[in-house]
């Protein structure tokens, strides 16, 4: 009989999936680490509570965006072709339901790369904590299209997506690659 899944099992499974993009996550959560004892070492300002919980979360944050990439990595569009139809049937706004139907699905081939790579490096600027803005915006940007577009839709619960919507605002007002991130460091000594 197989277990049911946890939090616990569920993130040791994704720490050690042999596949090459676990080796790019480990290495991304490592130099994550370094860049943040780097600043903690040279700037003393960010030796604070403060910078430590914002680093803690924008990297769970980047790791979810990350993990989240993984099913739609390239050639692998079922999954998101899935979801977009769900986008169709269930959007809250008439026009957006029209857009994924009429462009997007059609020309998946275009938009699932497009969408992995977004997501991915939305992910990875959370992680180092670099260019934290604009991809808190462009990550804005796609849960708010989340929330709107599967808000009806059977089995999913819109406030998901509106915490997401909630969380990607803040990082967006208050960039938080600025807490032990690589826009936080100090270029000249």
Known sequence: MKPE?????????????PAWYTAIYWIVLVASGVIAFSAWQREPRQRTLRSIGTWAMRVVLGTMWWQQSLWKIPPN????TYWMQNMVDHAAIPLQ??????????????????????EAL??????????TRPFAFLGLLMAVNLLLGLYSAPGEWPWTYGYLVVLQMLFFIDPPGRSLGLEGRRLVG
């Open 77 to 80: 569009d079922d999954g998101l």
């Open 97 to 118: 339901a029209q857009l994924v139907s009429r462009v997007m699905l059609p020309h998946i081939a275009i938009f699932g790369p497009l969408i992995y790579a977004l």
């Open 5 to 17: 899944p946890n939090a616990l099992t569920d993130t040791i499974a994704f720490l050690t999936f």
């Open 122 to 131: 939305i992910g990875l600027s959370f992680i180092l904590g670099i260019a």
